[in-house]
């Protein structure tokens, strides 16, 4: 299982403390899906932030391409959600195709 993550902000402070978030949240799907890869990306610049959304005074978390947050630093459970939400979409993608195609 793979999830793609990627962390909005013109300020590390606030990159920081989401991607503890994002850790945290790693660690803790992790035991549920032990062969779990995340791909952490911090995007930084106002350019490439504005290609997500035009909040640039907040962080914003992207997953598998799907922004889910930009107004706010949000708790360890939305992020461990958000995740789950886009592992339980990933399964049901490859579940759908035929196993030669996997």
Known sequence: MHISVRILGTKSRQRYAVRRLVAAAETVLR???????????????ESEISKYTPVLIAPGLVVNEKLVYDIWIPTKEQ???WMREALLVTAAIQDACPSDEK
């Open 31 to 45: 035991s549920e899906y032990p062969d779990l890869e995340v791909e952490v990306f911090e995007v930084k610049t």
């Open 79 to 81: 992020v461990i959600g």
